[in-house]
């Protein structure tokens, strides 16, 4: 028996496109309850392994979803979700449909990038110096900024922001800015991702 398993949800029902996908899928397709759809592809398992490959696999599609028909506003879903057929996952859409709707307002038009500063090993870096000046360069180009864990020693600052389209060149050149400026700190610059960081929509158990 074929299993959905959902990257996110559109306001559309009539995203489909062939693609290296999750588990194997090769496309993906839209199941839809009256205007929202999860774009979806068909798997073997509800409980599906979150290797690395096809943890990236997810994260590709996402972007292909946003990259769709010119662009499209897309509520991301973790890795892992999956549901038996279309009837327990209409169910979802129709239980969850004005969180995702709040969520879409929040996210349209918008990408998350990431920026993570890592201390060379000499380096003496002043934090609170340095998360001001962070603050000033970058929060008035983003709408909103998440502070992420510092998994390392090295690692003095993690954020996810939520940046419009239209300012992401001005958040590029900002980056590229700030590296010049600081011989002291490695800076990781990725992205651009689906919001994961901004949303939080709670779709129920898996069926």
């Known amino acids: ?3 959905r398993y959902v990257y996110g949800v559109v306001e559309s029902d009539d995203v489909a496109f062939e693609t290296d996908a999750v588990a194997g899928a090769d496309s993906v397709y839209t199941v839809s309850h009256r205007r929202l759809g999860a774009v979806v592809s068909d798997i ?7 290797t690395d490959e096809d943890a990236q696999l997810h994260d590709d599609v996402l972007r292909e979803i946003m990259a769709y028909d010119g662009g499209t506003t897309v509520v991301p879903m973790q890795f892992g979700m999956a549901f038996e057929g279309d009837r327990e996952l209409k169910n979802v859409l129709r239980g969850a449909r004005p969180a995702f709707r709040r969520a879409m307002n929040d996210i349209e038009g918008k990408i998350e990038l990431g920026l993570k500063l890592v ?5 003496d870096v002043d934090r ?3 998360e001001d000046d962070v603050e000033a360069r970058f929060d008035s180009i983003a709408t909103q900024a998440v502070e992420n864990d510092l998994f390392s020693d090295r690692l003095v600052l993690n954020r996810s922001y939520l ?5 992401r ?13 600081r011989d002291d700190l ?22």
């Not at 073997?44 to 979150?50: A, S």
């Not at 201390?119 to 380096?123: F, H, Q, S, W, Y």
């Not at 940046?163 to 300012?167: I, L, N």
């Not at 060149?169 to 400026?181: I, K, R, S, Y």
Request: hydrophobic share 35%; no cysteine; aromatic share 10%.
């Open 1 to 3: 028996m074929s299993n």
């Open 44 to 50: 073997d398992t509800t409980d599906p392994e979150e």
């Open 119 to 123: 201390r060379e090993d000499d380096a």
């Open 128 to 130: 609170e110096a340095l």
């Open 163 to 167: 940046v419009d389209e239209d300012e």
């Open 169 to 181: 060149e001005a958040f590029d050149e900002a980056v590229a800015e700030f590296e010049a400026d």
């Open 186 to 207: 490695l800076v990781q610059y990725t992205g651009p991702f689906a919001p994961y960081s901004f949303v939080d929509v709670k779709i129920g158990a898996k069926q």
